[in-house]
Protein backbone atom coordinates (compact mmCIF):
# COMPACT_ATOMS: atom_id res chain seq x y z
CA UNK A 1 0.00 0.00 0.00
CA UNK A 2 1.72 3.26 -1.06
CA UNK A 3 0.42 6.54 1.14
CA UNK A 4 -0.15 10.04 -0.64
CA UNK A 5 -1.03 12.60 2.04
CA UNK A 6 -2.07 16.08 0.64
CA UNK A 7 -1.27 18.91 3.05
CA UNK A 8 -2.98 22.09 3.36
CA UNK A 9 -1.60 24.94 5.69
CA UNK A 10 -4.36 27.70 6.17
CA UNK A 11 -4.45 31.03 7.23
CA UNK A 12 -6.85 30.16 10.03
CA UNK A 13 -8.35 26.87 12.06
CA UNK A 14 -11.84 27.99 10.92
CA UNK A 15 -10.23 28.23 7.50
CA UNK A 16 -10.68 24.52 5.54
CA UNK A 17 -8.74 23.96 1.67
CA UNK A 18 -11.12 22.95 -1.08
CA UNK A 19 -8.78 22.03 -3.52
CA UNK A 20 -7.36 19.02 -1.07
CA UNK A 21 -10.47 18.27 -0.46
CA UNK A 22 -11.48 18.33 -4.37
CA UNK A 23 -8.27 16.40 -5.46
CA UNK A 24 -8.98 13.11 -3.06
CA UNK A 25 -12.53 12.71 -4.03
CA UNK A 26 -11.84 13.23 -7.71
CA UNK A 27 -8.76 11.05 -7.47
CA UNK A 28 -10.56 8.25 -5.41
CA UNK A 29 -13.96 8.16 -7.79
CA UNK A 30 -11.22 8.17 -11.03
CA UNK A 31 -8.91 5.02 -9.60
CA UNK A 32 -12.67 3.12 -8.33
CA UNK A 33 -14.19 4.04 -11.64
CA UNK A 34 -11.90 2.84 -13.62
CA UNK A 35 -11.15 -0.56 -11.52
CA UNK A 36 -7.21 0.63 -11.54
CA UNK A 37 -5.19 -1.84 -9.99
CA UNK A 38 -4.07 1.77 -7.93
CA UNK A 39 -7.30 1.49 -6.80
CA UNK A 40 -6.64 -0.97 -4.19
CA UNK A 41 -3.34 -0.21 -3.53
CA UNK A 42 -3.00 3.42 -2.84
CA UNK A 43 -4.77 5.72 0.27
CA UNK A 44 -4.94 9.19 0.28
CA UNK A 45 -5.11 11.19 3.69
CA UNK A 46 -5.64 15.15 4.17
CA UNK A 47 -3.77 16.70 6.11
CA UNK A 48 -4.30 20.13 7.37
CA UNK A 49 -2.45 22.50 9.86
CA UNK A 50 -2.74 26.25 9.97
CA UNK A 51 0.68 28.82 9.96
CA UNK A 52 -0.06 29.62 13.38
CA UNK A 53 1.33 26.38 14.53
CA UNK A 54 5.01 25.39 15.07
CA UNK A 55 6.59 24.26 11.89
CA UNK A 56 7.98 21.49 14.10
CA UNK A 57 4.97 20.29 14.88
CA UNK A 58 3.64 20.51 11.07
CA UNK A 59 6.57 18.09 10.51
CA UNK A 60 6.39 15.52 13.13
CA UNK A 61 2.49 14.88 12.24
CA UNK A 62 4.20 14.84 8.42
CA UNK A 63 6.88 12.30 9.31
CA UNK A 64 4.40 10.21 11.32
CA UNK A 65 2.25 9.56 8.26
CA UNK A 66 4.98 8.17 6.31
CA UNK A 67 3.78 9.30 2.92
CA UNK A 68 5.58 7.75 -0.28
CA UNK A 69 4.02 10.78 -2.22
CA UNK A 70 3.91 13.80 -0.56
CA UNK A 71 1.82 17.28 -2.13
CA UNK A 72 1.31 21.14 -0.67
CA UNK A 73 -1.51 22.94 -2.10
CA UNK A 74 0.52 26.83 -2.13
CA UNK A 75 -0.70 29.79 -1.83
CA UNK A 76 0.65 33.38 -1.19
CA UNK A 77 -0.34 32.93 2.65
CA UNK A 78 0.93 29.80 3.11
CA UNK A 79 4.74 29.44 0.55
CA UNK A 80 7.00 30.66 3.03
CA UNK A 81 6.46 28.15 5.80
CA UNK A 82 6.18 25.70 2.68
CA UNK A 83 9.45 26.87 1.61
CA UNK A 84 10.51 26.41 5.53
CA UNK A 85 9.25 22.89 5.82
CA UNK A 86 10.61 21.55 2.24
CA UNK A 87 14.63 21.21 3.35
CA UNK A 88 13.76 19.46 6.30
CA UNK A 89 11.18 17.23 5.36
CA UNK A 90 13.79 16.61 2.66
CA UNK A 91 15.89 15.22 5.66
CA UNK A 92 13.50 13.35 7.64
CA UNK A 93 11.56 11.66 4.79
CA UNK A 94 14.38 11.23 2.11
CA UNK A 95 12.57 7.94 0.38
CA UNK A 96 9.63 10.79 -0.29
CA UNK A 97 8.56 11.98 -3.59
CA UNK A 98 7.32 16.01 -2.64
CA UNK A 99 4.94 17.66 -5.21
CA UNK A 100 3.57 20.89 -4.88
CA UNK A 101 0.23 22.97 -6.78
CA UNK A 102 -1.75 26.33 -6.48
CA UNK A 103 -1.55 28.95 -7.70
CA UNK A 104 1.81 30.43 -6.00
CA UNK A 105 3.84 27.45 -7.69
CA UNK A 106 2.21 27.66 -11.35
CA UNK A 107 3.68 30.43 -12.78
CA UNK A 108 6.76 30.07 -12.74
CA UNK A 109 7.87 26.33 -11.85
CA UNK A 110 11.15 25.89 -13.70
CA UNK A 111 12.48 28.37 -11.55
CA UNK A 112 11.17 26.89 -8.31
CA UNK A 113 12.17 23.73 -9.07
CA UNK A 114 16.19 24.88 -9.82
CA UNK A 115 15.50 26.51 -6.50
CA UNK A 116 14.05 23.93 -4.39
CA UNK A 117 15.78 20.29 -4.54
CA UNK A 118 13.57 18.69 -2.34
CA UNK A 119 10.56 18.78 -4.70
CA UNK A 120 10.14 16.49 -7.42
CA UNK A 121 7.62 18.27 -9.39
CA UNK A 122 4.92 20.76 -9.71
CA UNK A 123 1.34 19.91 -10.82
CA UNK A 124 -0.02 23.49 -12.73
CA UNK A 125 -3.32 25.34 -12.70
CA UNK A 126 -6.36 23.19 -12.22
CA UNK A 127 -5.24 20.10 -10.93
CA UNK A 128 -8.13 17.29 -10.04
CA UNK A 129 -6.98 15.27 -13.13
CA UNK A 130 -3.37 15.88 -12.91
CA UNK A 131 -3.30 14.41 -9.46
CA UNK A 132 -5.72 11.56 -10.42
CA UNK A 133 -3.01 10.37 -12.96
CA UNK A 134 -0.48 10.75 -10.99
CA UNK A 135 -1.56 9.13 -7.54
CA UNK A 136 -2.61 6.07 -10.17
CA UNK A 137 1.50 6.21 -11.96
CA UNK A 138 2.74 6.14 -8.98
CA UNK A 139 1.65 2.70 -7.91
CA UNK A 140 4.86 2.06 -9.70
CA UNK A 141 8.29 4.09 -8.06
CA UNK A 142 9.43 3.91 -11.68
CA UNK A 143 6.53 5.06 -13.40
CA UNK A 144 7.11 7.08 -16.65
CA UNK A 145 4.97 10.69 -16.68
CA UNK A 146 6.59 11.72 -19.90
CA UNK A 147 2.99 11.94 -21.44
CA UNK A 148 1.71 13.94 -18.42
CA UNK A 149 0.44 16.70 -19.43
CA UNK A 150 0.18 19.99 -16.06
CA UNK A 151 3.37 19.17 -14.35
CA UNK A 152 6.66 20.50 -14.41
CA UNK A 153 8.68 17.36 -13.16
CA UNK A 154 12.37 15.97 -12.43
CA UNK A 155 13.08 13.00 -14.88
CA UNK A 156 15.12 10.32 -13.76
CA UNK A 157 18.06 11.70 -14.90
CA UNK A 158 17.05 15.18 -12.79
CA UNK A 159 16.49 16.96 -16.03
CA UNK A 160 13.89 19.33 -15.42
CA UNK A 161 10.78 19.08 -18.28
CA UNK A 162 7.82 21.29 -18.56
CA UNK A 163 4.88 19.97 -20.21
CA UNK A 164 2.05 22.09 -21.38
CA UNK A 165 -0.87 23.19 -19.28
CA UNK A 166 -4.03 20.70 -19.00
CA UNK A 167 -7.31 21.48 -20.82
CA UNK A 168 -10.00 21.95 -17.82
CA UNK A 169 -12.36 19.81 -16.79
CA UNK A 170 -16.35 19.55 -16.98
CA UNK A 171 -16.80 20.83 -13.44
CA UNK A 172 -19.86 18.24 -13.04
CA UNK A 173 -17.29 15.49 -13.45
CA UNK A 174 -15.86 16.64 -9.85
CA UNK A 175 -17.44 14.35 -7.02
CA UNK A 176 -19.36 16.42 -4.39
CA UNK A 177 -16.15 16.83 -1.92
CA UNK A 178 -18.51 16.22 1.88
CA UNK A 179 -19.74 13.26 2.89
CA UNK A 180 -19.20 14.12 6.83
CA UNK A 181 -20.11 17.36 8.11
CA UNK A 182 -18.56 16.81 11.94
CA UNK A 183 -15.16 17.96 11.00
CA UNK A 184 -16.11 21.14 9.76
CA UNK A 185 -18.85 22.03 12.84
CA UNK A 186 -16.78 24.79 13.72
CA UNK A 187 -15.13 26.03 10.07
CA UNK A 188 -15.79 27.97 7.31
CA UNK A 189 -17.39 25.49 4.40
CA UNK A 190 -16.05 26.69 0.77
CA UNK A 191 -17.81 25.84 -1.96
CA UNK A 192 -18.03 26.07 -5.64
CA UNK A 193 -20.41 26.45 -8.94
CA UNK A 194 -17.91 27.98 -11.40
CA UNK A 195 -14.74 28.35 -12.33
CA UNK A 196 -13.33 30.64 -14.56
CA UNK A 197 -14.19 35.05 -14.41
CA UNK A 198 -15.43 36.83 -17.95
CA UNK A 199 -13.44 40.21 -16.66
CA UNK A 200 -9.80 40.64 -16.85
CA UNK A 201 -8.89 42.50 -14.28
CA UNK A 202 -4.84 43.62 -14.23
CA UNK A 203 -4.20 42.54 -10.77
CA UNK A 204 -5.86 38.72 -10.59
CA UNK A 205 -5.03 35.45 -11.46
CA UNK A 206 -8.62 34.46 -12.03
CA UNK A 207 -8.76 37.04 -15.32
CA UNK A 208 -6.05 34.12 -16.90
CA UNK A 209 -8.88 31.85 -17.18
CA UNK A 210 -11.68 32.79 -19.82
CA UNK A 211 -13.25 29.58 -19.97
CA UNK A 212 -16.18 29.83 -17.37
CA UNK A 213 -17.15 26.35 -16.40
CA UNK A 214 -20.62 25.82 -14.17
CA UNK A 215 -21.77 22.91 -12.01
CA UNK A 216 -25.34 21.99 -13.03
CA UNK A 217 -27.73 23.37 -11.52
CA UNK A 218 -29.23 19.68 -10.48
CA UNK A 219 -26.17 19.12 -9.02
CA UNK A 220 -25.69 22.22 -6.92
CA UNK A 221 -29.02 22.42 -5.51
CA UNK A 222 -28.63 18.89 -4.48
CA UNK A 223 -25.84 19.59 -2.88
CA UNK A 224 -27.20 22.77 -1.19
CA UNK A 225 -29.61 20.66 0.33
CA UNK A 226 -26.74 18.33 1.97
CA UNK A 227 -25.28 21.53 4.02
CA UNK A 228 -29.20 22.77 4.73
CA UNK A 229 -29.94 19.26 6.40
CA UNK A 230 -26.53 19.37 7.87
CA UNK A 231 -27.52 22.83 9.81
CA UNK A 232 -23.94 24.41 8.53
CA UNK A 233 -23.47 27.72 9.93
CA UNK A 234 -22.22 28.91 7.04
CA UNK A 235 -20.72 28.41 3.03
CA UNK A 236 -18.93 30.55 1.27
CA UNK A 237 -18.63 30.16 -2.57
CA UNK A 238 -15.61 30.62 -4.23
CA UNK A 239 -17.06 31.48 -7.43
CA UNK A 240 -14.69 34.70 -8.77
CA UNK A 241 -18.44 36.51 -9.70
CA UNK A 242 -20.77 34.33 -9.03
CA UNK A 243 -23.78 36.27 -10.47
CA UNK A 244 -21.58 36.35 -13.91
CA UNK A 245 -24.58 34.22 -15.52
CA UNK A 246 -27.98 35.58 -14.52
CA UNK A 247 -30.27 32.21 -15.08
CA UNK A 248 -27.32 30.80 -12.72
CA UNK A 249 -27.25 32.83 -10.09
CA UNK A 250 -31.00 33.45 -10.07
CA UNK A 251 -31.89 29.53 -9.34
CA UNK A 252 -29.31 29.24 -6.44
CA UNK A 253 -31.01 32.35 -4.93
CA UNK A 254 -34.32 31.19 -5.19
CA UNK A 255 -33.64 27.74 -4.07
CA UNK A 256 -32.00 28.85 -0.83
CA UNK A 257 -34.41 30.75 -0.28
CA UNK A 258 -37.34 28.82 -0.81
CA UNK A 259 -35.21 25.94 1.58
CA UNK A 260 -34.14 28.60 4.33
CA UNK A 261 -33.20 26.89 7.70
CA UNK A 262 -33.21 29.49 9.46
CA UNK A 263 -29.36 28.95 10.62
CA UNK A 264 -27.40 28.47 7.58
CA UNK A 265 -25.77 31.63 5.68
CA UNK A 266 -24.34 31.47 2.30
CA UNK A 267 -21.37 34.19 1.09
CA UNK A 268 -21.43 35.26 -2.53
CA UNK A 269 -18.35 37.02 -4.45
CA UNK A 270 -20.82 39.49 -6.48
CA UNK A 271 -20.73 42.39 -9.50
CA UNK A 272 -23.14 44.52 -7.98
CA UNK A 273 -23.50 46.15 -11.07
CA UNK A 274 -25.00 43.12 -12.77
CA UNK A 275 -27.44 43.06 -10.79
CA UNK A 276 -31.19 42.64 -12.37
CA UNK A 277 -34.66 43.95 -11.11
CA UNK A 278 -35.70 40.25 -10.26
CA UNK A 279 -32.34 39.36 -8.79
CA UNK A 280 -33.07 42.99 -6.58
CA UNK A 281 -36.40 41.92 -5.19
CA UNK A 282 -35.38 38.24 -4.66
CA UNK A 283 -32.31 39.25 -2.27
CA UNK A 284 -34.89 41.57 -0.67
CA UNK A 285 -37.31 39.21 0.31
CA UNK A 286 -35.00 36.96 2.16
CA UNK A 287 -34.34 36.09 5.81
CA UNK A 288 -32.41 38.76 7.39
CA UNK A 289 -28.12 37.11 7.29
CA UNK A 290 -29.64 34.29 5.08
CA UNK A 291 -27.16 35.70 2.93
CA UNK A 292 -23.84 37.82 2.65
CA UNK A 293 -22.54 39.77 -0.15
CA UNK A 294 -18.87 40.83 -0.72
CA UNK A 295 -18.63 43.34 -3.70
CA UNK A 296 -15.22 44.79 -5.33
CA UNK A 297 -15.10 48.28 -6.03
CA UNK A 298 -11.55 48.44 -5.95
CA UNK A 299 -11.63 51.99 -7.42
CA UNK A 300 -14.10 54.65 -8.23
CA UNK A 301 -10.96 56.63 -10.16
CA UNK A 302 -12.30 55.96 -14.16
CA UNK A 303 -8.68 56.11 -15.22
CA UNK A 304 -8.06 53.26 -12.77
CA UNK A 305 -10.87 51.58 -14.01
CA UNK A 306 -9.47 51.80 -17.65
CA UNK A 307 -6.05 50.91 -16.77
CA UNK A 308 -6.49 47.61 -14.74
CA UNK A 309 -9.16 46.27 -17.68
CA UNK A 310 -12.11 46.34 -15.05
CA UNK A 311 -15.40 46.28 -16.29
CA UNK A 312 -17.89 48.23 -13.78
CA UNK A 313 -20.82 50.39 -13.91
CA UNK A 314 -20.33 52.37 -10.81
CA UNK A 315 -23.48 54.44 -10.90
CA UNK A 316 -25.80 51.40 -11.14
CA UNK A 317 -23.22 49.59 -9.20
CA UNK A 318 -24.12 52.03 -6.42
CA UNK A 319 -27.61 52.50 -6.84
CA UNK A 320 -27.95 48.75 -6.02
CA UNK A 321 -25.86 48.66 -3.64
CA UNK A 322 -28.50 51.54 -1.88
CA UNK A 323 -31.58 49.65 -2.90
CA UNK A 324 -29.80 46.25 -0.70
CA UNK A 325 -29.11 48.61 2.03
CA UNK A 326 -32.56 49.82 2.31
CA UNK A 327 -34.14 46.11 2.95
CA UNK A 328 -31.37 45.85 6.21
CA UNK A 329 -31.20 42.16 5.82
CA UNK A 330 -28.37 41.25 4.12
CA UNK A 331 -24.57 42.25 4.95
CA UNK A 332 -22.71 43.91 2.19
CA UNK A 333 -19.19 43.82 2.23
CA UNK A 334 -17.20 46.51 -0.04
CA UNK A 335 -13.41 46.39 -1.12
CA UNK A 336 -11.18 48.65 -2.26
CA UNK A 337 -7.66 48.03 -3.34
CA UNK A 338 -4.73 50.95 -2.95
CA UNK A 339 -1.91 50.58 -5.39
CA UNK A 340 -3.50 50.78 -8.22
CA UNK A 341 -2.01 52.82 -11.12
CA UNK A 342 -3.46 56.35 -11.58
CA UNK A 343 -4.67 56.18 -8.07
CA UNK A 344 -2.29 58.48 -5.67
CA UNK A 345 -3.78 59.37 -2.35
CA UNK A 346 -5.99 61.86 -3.08
CA UNK A 347 -7.78 60.15 -5.71
CA UNK A 348 -8.03 56.88 -3.12
CA UNK A 349 -9.25 59.17 -0.26
CA UNK A 350 -11.98 60.10 -2.74
CA UNK A 351 -12.90 56.30 -3.96
CA UNK A 352 -12.65 55.70 0.17
CA UNK A 353 -15.04 58.35 0.48
CA UNK A 354 -17.30 57.57 -2.20
CA UNK A 355 -18.05 53.92 -0.96
CA UNK A 356 -18.16 54.81 2.72
CA UNK A 357 -21.28 57.05 1.68
CA UNK A 358 -22.79 53.63 0.69
CA UNK A 359 -22.18 52.67 4.29
CA UNK A 360 -21.78 48.84 3.63
CA UNK A 361 -20.98 46.79 7.09
CA UNK A 362 -17.83 46.57 6.29
CA UNK A 363 -15.46 48.24 3.93
CA UNK A 364 -12.44 46.38 3.19
CA UNK A 365 -9.30 48.70 2.60
CA UNK A 366 -7.20 46.40 0.95
CA UNK A 367 -3.55 46.54 -0.42
CA UNK A 368 -2.45 45.63 -4.04
CA UNK A 369 -0.97 42.04 -3.96
CA UNK A 370 1.44 41.73 -7.51
CA UNK A 371 0.47 38.30 -7.42
CA UNK A 372 2.84 35.98 -10.46
CA UNK A 373 1.48 35.16 -13.52
CA UNK A 374 -1.08 38.64 -13.47
CA UNK A 375 -0.64 41.18 -15.63
CA UNK A 376 0.53 43.62 -13.23
CA UNK A 377 3.35 41.57 -12.54
CA UNK A 378 4.04 42.17 -16.43
CA UNK A 379 3.76 45.82 -15.81
CA UNK A 380 5.75 46.94 -12.78
CA UNK A 381 8.43 48.84 -14.84
CA UNK A 382 5.81 50.89 -16.56
CA UNK A 383 3.54 51.93 -13.35
CA UNK A 384 7.27 52.17 -11.00
CA UNK A 385 5.26 49.71 -8.99
CA UNK A 386 7.63 48.34 -6.13
CA UNK A 387 6.58 45.40 -3.60
CA UNK A 388 7.46 43.27 -1.44
CA UNK A 389 9.83 40.28 -2.60
CA UNK A 390 8.09 37.79 0.09
CA UNK A 391 4.13 36.71 -0.19
CA UNK A 392 2.02 38.65 -0.16
CA UNK A 393 4.06 40.65 -2.18
CA UNK A 394 1.86 43.44 -1.00
CA UNK A 395 3.03 47.42 -2.92
CA UNK A 396 5.25 49.46 -1.48
CA UNK A 397 4.83 52.06 -3.67
CA UNK A 398 3.90 53.30 -7.28
CA UNK A 399 4.92 56.38 -9.54
CA UNK A 400 1.63 57.95 -7.91
CA UNK A 401 1.69 56.46 -4.59
CA UNK A 402 4.80 57.06 -2.40
CA UNK A 403 5.88 54.75 0.51
CA UNK A 404 5.00 57.11 2.89
CA UNK A 405 1.35 57.61 1.12
CA UNK A 406 1.11 54.05 1.58
CA UNK A 407 2.26 54.17 5.21
CA UNK A 408 -0.87 57.07 5.61
CA UNK A 409 -3.23 54.54 4.05
CA UNK A 410 -1.84 51.61 6.16
CA UNK A 411 -3.22 53.66 9.20
CA UNK A 412 -6.17 54.50 7.91
CA UNK A 413 -6.63 51.00 6.93
CA UNK A 414 -5.75 50.21 10.71
CA UNK A 415 -8.69 52.98 11.84
CA UNK A 416 -11.30 51.71 9.85
CA UNK A 417 -10.88 47.96 10.99
CA UNK A 418 -11.00 48.72 14.36
CA UNK A 419 -13.59 51.34 14.22
CA UNK A 420 -15.82 51.04 11.42
CA UNK A 421 -15.82 47.43 10.91
CA UNK A 422 -15.95 46.41 14.11
CA UNK A 423 -19.48 48.04 14.09
CA UNK A 424 -19.38 49.03 17.68
CA UNK A 425 -19.12 53.09 17.48
CA UNK A 426 -22.11 53.69 15.27
CA UNK A 427 -23.50 56.52 16.86
CA UNK A 428 -20.07 57.92 18.14
CA UNK A 429 -18.52 58.03 14.69
CA UNK A 430 -21.80 59.88 13.59
CA UNK A 431 -21.23 62.60 15.28
CA UNK A 432 -16.85 62.54 14.30
CA UNK A 433 -17.99 62.42 11.03
CA UNK A 434 -19.74 66.03 11.28
CA UNK A 435 -16.36 67.56 12.43
CA UNK A 436 -14.37 66.29 9.77
CA UNK A 437 -14.78 67.46 5.71
CA UNK A 438 -14.63 63.61 4.90
CA UNK A 439 -14.39 60.51 6.37
CA UNK A 440 -10.82 59.21 4.98
CA UNK A 441 -9.61 62.98 6.78
CA UNK A 442 -11.30 61.59 10.02
CA UNK A 443 -9.62 58.26 9.98
CA UNK A 444 -6.30 59.86 8.89
CA UNK A 445 -6.70 62.42 11.60
CA UNK A 446 -7.65 59.50 13.79
CA UNK A 447 -4.51 57.30 12.85
CA UNK A 448 -2.11 60.35 13.50
CA UNK A 449 -3.97 60.23 16.99
CA UNK A 450 -2.85 56.88 17.37
CA UNK A 451 0.62 57.16 16.26
CA UNK A 452 1.34 60.40 18.16
CA UNK A 453 0.63 58.84 21.91
CA UNK A 454 2.07 55.43 20.49
CA UNK A 455 -1.07 53.74 20.54
CA UNK A 456 -0.58 51.65 17.17
CA UNK A 457 2.37 49.63 19.38
CA UNK A 458 -0.20 47.61 21.66
CA UNK A 459 -3.33 45.77 21.85
CA UNK A 460 -6.36 47.18 23.70
CA UNK A 461 -8.96 45.62 25.36
CA UNK A 462 -12.56 47.02 23.55
CA UNK A 463 -13.13 49.18 26.46
CA UNK A 464 -10.25 50.94 26.43
CA UNK A 465 -10.92 51.90 22.80
CA UNK A 466 -14.12 53.61 24.14
CA UNK A 467 -12.16 56.04 25.66
CA UNK A 468 -9.47 56.47 22.98
CA UNK A 469 -11.87 57.70 21.08
CA UNK A 470 -13.54 59.61 23.78
CA UNK A 471 -9.99 61.02 24.58
CA UNK A 472 -9.58 61.86 20.45
CA UNK A 473 -12.51 63.84 20.36
CA UNK A 474 -12.10 65.96 23.48
CA UNK A 475 -8.36 66.51 22.24
CA UNK A 476 -10.29 68.28 18.73
CA UNK A 477 -13.31 68.90 19.97
CA UNK A 478 -13.73 69.43 24.02
CA UNK A 479 -17.11 71.40 23.49
CA UNK A 480 -18.86 67.38 22.24
CA UNK A 481 -16.97 66.00 25.39
CA UNK A 482 -20.60 65.01 27.05
CA UNK A 483 -21.89 64.11 23.91
CA UNK A 484 -19.21 62.03 23.00
CA UNK A 485 -19.31 59.93 26.09
CA UNK A 486 -22.98 59.40 26.00
CA UNK A 487 -22.79 58.27 22.67
CA UNK A 488 -19.83 55.86 23.32
CA UNK A 489 -22.52 54.81 26.27
CA UNK A 490 -25.37 54.13 24.12
CA UNK A 491 -23.22 52.36 21.69
CA UNK A 492 -21.15 50.13 24.27
CA UNK A 493 -24.72 48.88 26.25
CA UNK A 494 -26.46 48.21 22.36
CA UNK A 495 -23.77 45.83 22.34
CA UNK A 496 -21.95 44.33 25.02
CA UNK A 497 -24.50 42.84 28.20
CA UNK A 498 -22.26 43.89 30.83
CA UNK A 499 -22.71 44.12 34.67
CA UNK A 500 -19.15 45.87 35.42
CA UNK A 501 -19.56 49.43 34.45
CA UNK A 502 -16.61 50.41 31.95
CA UNK A 503 -14.40 53.05 33.46
CA UNK A 504 -15.34 55.57 30.50
CA UNK A 505 -18.82 55.78 31.28
CA UNK A 506 -18.54 57.11 34.46
CA UNK A 507 -20.71 56.87 37.31
CA UNK A 508 -23.97 55.69 36.62
CA UNK A 509 -26.63 58.88 36.53
CA UNK A 510 -29.48 56.77 36.68
CA UNK A 511 -32.13 57.20 40.04
CA UNK A 512 -31.72 53.72 41.53
CA UNK A 513 -35.08 54.65 43.21
CA UNK A 514 -37.02 54.83 39.45
CA UNK A 515 -35.05 52.11 38.23
CA UNK A 516 -36.10 50.10 40.89
CA UNK A 517 -39.43 51.02 40.36
CA UNK A 518 -39.71 50.19 36.59
CA UNK A 519 -38.56 46.57 36.64
CA UNK A 520 -41.20 46.67 39.17
CA UNK A 521 -44.16 47.82 37.05
CA UNK A 522 -42.36 45.68 33.82
CA UNK A 523 -42.60 42.60 35.41
CA UNK A 524 -46.44 42.98 36.51
CA UNK A 525 -47.48 44.59 32.74
CA UNK A 526 -44.73 44.15 30.42
CA UNK A 527 -44.91 46.91 28.77
CA UNK A 528 -41.75 47.14 26.85
CA UNK A 529 -40.84 43.93 27.86
CA UNK A 530 -43.00 41.12 25.86
CA UNK A 531 -43.26 37.82 25.63
CA UNK A 532 -41.33 37.72 29.33
CA UNK A 533 -44.63 36.40 31.16
CA UNK A 534 -43.62 35.13 34.54
CA UNK A 535 -40.50 36.53 34.97
CA UNK A 536 -39.28 38.42 37.85
CA UNK A 537 -37.44 41.82 38.22
CA UNK A 538 -34.50 40.23 38.82
CA UNK A 539 -34.63 38.33 35.58
CA UNK A 540 -35.67 40.87 33.66
CA UNK A 541 -32.55 43.20 35.19
CA UNK A 542 -30.23 40.05 34.02
CA UNK A 543 -31.60 40.00 30.69
CA UNK A 544 -31.53 43.91 29.93
CA UNK A 545 -29.55 47.17 30.68
CA UNK A 546 -31.37 50.14 31.89
CA UNK A 547 -29.00 53.31 31.50
CA UNK A 548 -29.98 57.14 31.98
CA UNK A 549 -28.81 59.67 29.34
CA UNK A 550 -28.57 63.29 30.93
CA UNK A 551 -28.14 65.01 27.63
CA UNK A 552 -31.56 63.93 26.27
CA UNK A 553 -33.23 63.56 29.49
CA UNK A 554 -34.30 60.15 29.29
CA UNK A 555 -33.44 56.53 29.85
CA UNK A 556 -32.79 53.64 27.44
CA UNK A 557 -33.49 50.28 28.12
CA UNK A 558 -31.44 47.65 26.06
CA UNK A 559 -32.85 44.00 25.29
CA UNK A 560 -30.66 41.72 24.28
CA UNK A 561 -32.89 38.70 23.89
CA UNK A 562 -33.14 39.11 19.61
CA UNK A 563 -30.14 40.67 18.58
CA UNK A 564 -30.06 41.93 15.07
CA UNK A 565 -28.76 39.20 12.98
CA UNK A 566 -26.63 41.35 11.08
CA UNK A 567 -25.12 43.78 13.03
CA UNK A 568 -25.23 41.67 16.66
CA UNK A 569 -26.69 44.83 18.54
CA UNK A 570 -29.23 44.66 20.70
CA UNK A 571 -32.76 46.50 20.69
CA UNK A 572 -32.66 50.37 22.28
CA UNK A 573 -35.62 50.86 23.77
CA UNK A 574 -36.55 54.54 24.41
CA UNK A 575 -38.00 55.34 27.81
CA UNK A 576 -40.41 58.41 27.97
CA UNK A 577 -40.46 59.66 31.62
CA UNK A 578 -43.60 60.64 32.78
CA UNK A 579 -43.74 63.68 35.26
Not at 33 to 60: C, F, L, W
Not at 135 to 157: N, Y
Not at 272 to 282: H, Q, R, S, T, V
Not at 322 to 335: C, I, S, T, Y
Request: charged fraction near 30%; aromatic fraction near 10%; charge should be negative.
Amino acid sequence: MRKIVLVAVNAKYIHSNLAVYSLKAYADARLRRRKSPASGTVEIEIGEYTINQQPDGIMEDIYKRRPDLLCFSCYIWNIRMIRELLPELGKVLPDTEIWLGGPEVSYDPVRLLEQLPQVTGIMKGEGEETFAVLAERKTDPGADLADVEGITWRDSLGQIQDHPWRQPLDLDEIPFVYQDMTDFRHRIVYYESSRGCPFSCSYCLSSIDKRIRFRSLQLVKKELQFFLDAGTGQVKFVDRTFNCRHDHALEIWKYISSHDNGVTNFHFEISADLLNGEELALIRSMRPGLIQLEIGVQSTNPETIKEIRRTMDLGRLEENVKRLREGRNVHQHLDLIAGLPQEDLESFSRSFDRVYALRPDQLQLGFLKVLKGSRMETMKEAYGLLCRDIPPYEVLSTRWLSYGDTLILKGVEEMTELYYNSGQFRTALELLERREPSPFALYRRLADFYEKRALDQMQHARAVRYEILLDFAGENWPEDAEEMRERLIFDYYLRENAKSRPAFAGESRADSRWVRSFYETEAREHRYLTGCGGMDKNQLRRMTHLEFFPLKGEYVLFDYRERDPLTNDGRGIHIAIEK
